[in-house]
DNA sequence: CGAGCACTTGATCGCTTTCAATAGCTGTGG
DNA sequence: CCACAGCTATTGAAAGCGATCAAGTGCTCG
């Protein structure tokens, strides 16, 4: 993969600017964040912050699969996020990380400057806004998860991660008024694993049934094919029509 | 229980007046939403909102306890969030309710229309910080509980949860340096049991099993004891020194 | 006193985990 | 070019934990 060229990317040209929390910005405002920035990235399976460390920076992912977790003491881990680009890392307001936040893929992060990121928020309504926004978002989507954790079956749970990839990527790529869609797995079967609260085994094996059973096909390990989103909405538990408009 | 008299209350002697949605805000912006607010009461097992529902008002908690659920069609219900006084209800932005909200005990509101809500937000730096605030800690919390759910066995859930209540009880009641406490269980069997992705027998199960082990003491099926909290945080999984500062 | 409800307890079932072996892929080095 | 290590994934067999089905207890309210 070929990254961006770092620290050389305006704003306005930049792939997540109407998504990231500078969305809302007006030309001044992009201006004062331009000041503050720099790029990093980090190979795909790098720690980009740890549990417990000092926070020096927040920011938003411009490129590539980051992962949110947390660990108890005798390593059961659970994913508590899935970071994918345009999406926003840190805390404003807190000083220490509260989760481990690894690269999946290779990522490229946009960062800030923590204080003076800060101090630009209380200045500026439509970054505090939009950050607003994206927090609420964040939150649903948390509370969604929880039911999948919670209730719902090792098959169910498979389904339902299957269709919330599937459905993110719809809205990357706004073609495709067929029922049939395909796309790339960007975790390995232990991180699906640890998103869903089951054992990596068990993922193996429910990914096998849904592929005897026709729901999705698998070329490789990681390219899948769901030939009816509404059966994949089906064996996932939720409502079938609630499928492609969120 | 006496509820506070409707309609009647002025900000300034409000009980979450420095906790809630207004609790940065200033005597004037107080003066702006006094304009918009009305109290409501709803009675133990009442809906406030029901998913799917046009929602006209936003609000607070002033006094009891609400449930958040989340329900499948076949009826598996999960909790995705517990009000207590101060907590804030409904999205900015939306217009459906996304989950059932349903009163516990008796419930007092401080409502405001949603549309005049909004624009006075617009107008507030004061108002939307705190809900971002208040936000990124219900999403710190949905995704410790996401550990929970995910992770941990009946025992630590069940221990999780009697942690978290007693938890919150302490920073009511701030005296106590001793390691024993004391509070009474807000929820029902079944609720706890939708709390934490269990079936109501096996929260009863596991209730016993930890009385019978010395780790709670209970009075009557509500009131509960906790002897020793660094012995409690243990059966939760968690760090026993994380127990009172959180 | 009996109905209704929340809760407890017992017995059994079944799904997911655990433990273990094997397959497939990729990269390295003889 | 093949052998082998290392990693990811699949599959099988057995065990364990929580769910399910089913009584039974205790309390409140009529």
Redesign the pocket.
Same mark, same amino acid.
Request: no cysteine.
């Given at each position: 993969m070929n990254a961006p060229t770092i620290a050389s990317v305006n704003c306005g040209d930049c792939p997540i600017r109407h998504r990231a929390v500078c969305a809302r910005c007006d030309a001044d405002e992009l201006g004062a964040l331009d000041a503050i920035k720099y790029y990093r990235t980090y190979e795909s399976g790098q720690p980009i912050i740890w549990s417990g460390d000092q926070m020096n920076f927040v920011g938003s992912v411009v490129s590539g699969i980051a992962t949110l977790t947390q660990t108890m003491e005798d390593g059961r881990t659970q994913m508590v996020g899935l970071l994918l680009p345009s999406d926003f890392v840190g805390r404003p307001g807190r000083d220490g990380a509260a989760y481990n936040v690894v690269a999946t893929t290779e990522v490229v992060m946009c960062c800030f400057r923590k204080k003076p990121f800060e101090e630009l928020m209380v200045r500026t309504p439509h970054i505090a806004h939009r950050l607003l926004e994206m927090t609420l978002d964040e939150l649903d989507a948390a509370r969604e998860w929880m039911l999948v954790l919670g209730r719902k /079956?090792? &098959?169910e749970k498979i389904a339902s991660l299957l269709a919330i990839i599937a459905r993110r990527d719809a809205s990357l790529t706004p073609k495709n008024a067929t029922n049939t869609m395909s796309f790339d797995l960007p975790l /390995? &079967?232990?991180a699906m694993a640890d998103y869903l609260?089951? /054992?990596?085994? /068990?993922? +193996?094996?429910q990914? +096998?049934a849904l592929k005897k059973d026709g729901v999705i096909e698998?070329e490789?390990? &990681?390219r899948v094919t769901v030939p009816d989103m509404g059966r994949l909405m089906e064996e996932a538990g939720d409502d079938s029509d609630g499928g492609l408009i969120g």
């Open positions: /079956t090792a &098959r /390995t &079967r232990e609260g089951l /054992t990596l085994e /068990t993922v +193996s094996r990914m +096998s698998l490789g390990k &990681r």
